[in-house]
């Protein structure tokens, strides 16, 4: 594809993104079926809001879970960039959100990671990461479409930059890294009703095997994960819908409990 028209399709999303208004998915409507595009189509969206004045501040890493993948009929992870200006601070364990921020937005429970050393490569593994990583925190994720009614393909939520809508954090830990990641277990109530669960090891077995995943994928376009970089590991837990009213209750071992609030 020229790269016109890669152009062409990130103006699309993004026009999408600030206007709330979906489109089709690109899979259909432009026959993408490369994972490559798909990425190629993403980075451009980047550079765009680049220009305009945005950060990237990490990474996420999507479908990590069977379950999501199950849940959106696609069977392997995918990563977006992470951008300042839908980072939502929490403080004293709340946070609130506004729903109107995001396009079919859904929130699911990660375990975040702070990268204190480099990771060039190549081979990383799990060790890797947890000897590069400076802390963890409970994640928090608002995942969201700019594709009509979540109809998407592998590179429908690739080049939608991940399905990203934005995200929230507990309190950095810089022990939690020394404990065993794919055991910690984390709840959600939604609306004071228990309404999802899972541990660790759903994220590709270990959070920090699925960062590891993440730091080999970034390195086959020439990019490795950097002091400073926040990484959302992929969620251990099914997508909640959210809409204008909802409170979500994360809870995660040995961790504060935090409260997102949408209005």
Same mark, same amino acid.
């Given at each position: 594809?020229?790269?016109?028209?890669?152009?062409?399709?990130?103006?699309?999303?993004?026009?999408?993104?600030?206007?709330?208004?979906?489109?089709?998915?690109?899979?259909?409507?432009?026959?993408?079926?490369?994972?490559?595009?798909?990425?190629?189509?993403?980075?451009?969206?980047?550079?765009?809001?680049?220009?305009?004045?945005?950060?990237?501040?990490?990474?996420?890493?999507?479908?990590?879970?069977?379950?999501?993948?199950?849940?959106?009929?696609?069977?392997?992870?995918?990563?977006?960039?992470?951008?300042?200006?839908?980072?939502?601070? *929490?403080?004293?364990?709340? !946070? +609130? %959100?506004? #729903? @109107?921020?995001?396009?079919?937005? &859904? $929130?699911?429970?990660?375990?975040?990671?702070?990268?204190?050393?480099?990771?060039?490569?190549?081979?990383?593994?799990?060790?890797?990461?947890?000897?590069?990583?400076? *802390?963890?925190?409970?994640? !928090? +994720? %608002?995942? #969201? @479409?700019?594709?009509?009614?979540? &109809? $998407?393909?592998?590179?429908?939520?690739?080049?939608?930059?991940?399905?990203?809508?934005?995200?929230?954090?507990?309190?950095?830990?810089?022990?939690?890294?020394?404990?065993?990641?794919?055991?910690?277990?984390?709840?959600?109530?939604?609306?004071?009703?228990?309404?999802?669960?899972?541990?660790?090891?759903?994220?590709?077995?270990?959070?920090?095997?699925?960062?590891?995943?993440?730091?080999?994928?970034?390195?086959?376009?020439?990019?490795?994960?950097?002091?400073?970089?926040?990484?959302?590991?992929?969620?251990?837990?099914?997508?909640?819908?959210?809409?204008?009213?909802?409170?979500?209750?994360?809870?995660?071992?040995?961790?504060?409990?935090?409260?997102?609030?949408?209005?």
């Amino acid at each position: 594809m020229s790269s016109a028209n890669i152009e062409a399709l990130a103006e699309r999303l993004d026009t999408a993104w600030r206007t709330y208004t979906p489109i089709p998915p690109l899979s259909e409507s432009e026959g993408i079926s490369s994972v490559e595009t798909a990425y190629a189509i993403q980075a451009q969206w980047t550079a765009m809001r680049l220009a305009r004045g945005e950060k990237v501040i990490g990474r996420k890493i999507g479908l990590t879970s069977q379950a999501i993948q199950q849940q959106l009929g696609v069977n392997e992870p995918d990563y977006g960039t992470l951008w300042q200006s839908s980072y939502y601070l *929490a403080s004293n364990g709340r !946070v +609130e %959100i506004p #729903a @109107s921020d995001f396009l079919q937005p &859904r $929130i699911e429970g990660e375990v975040a990671f702070l990268i204190g050393k480099s990771l060039p490569g190549p081979n990383v593994t799990a060790r890797d990461v947890l000897a590069a990583t400076e *802390a963890c925190a409970l994640g !928090v +994720e %608002i995942v #969201a @479409s700019r594709i009509a009614d979540w &109809r $998407i393909k592998l590179v429908d939520t690739i080049a939608d930059n991940a399905s990203y809508g934005g995200f929230t954090l507990g309190p950095w830990d810089r022990r939690l890294p020394e404990s065993d990641l794919s055991a910690l277990a984390m709840t959600i109530e939604h609306n004071g009703v228990p309404a999802a669960e899972g541990v660790g090891a759903a994220a590709l077995g270990h959070p920090a095997a699925a960062t590891a995943w993440l730091a080999n994928k970034l390195l086959e376009f020439g990019v490795s994960l950097e002091p400073g970089d926040i990484v959302i590991s992929g969620g251990i837990t099914r997508m909640l819908p959210v809409r204008a009213g909802d409170q979500f209750l994360f809870s995660l071992t040995r961790q504060p409990s935090l409260m997102a609030s949408f209005r």
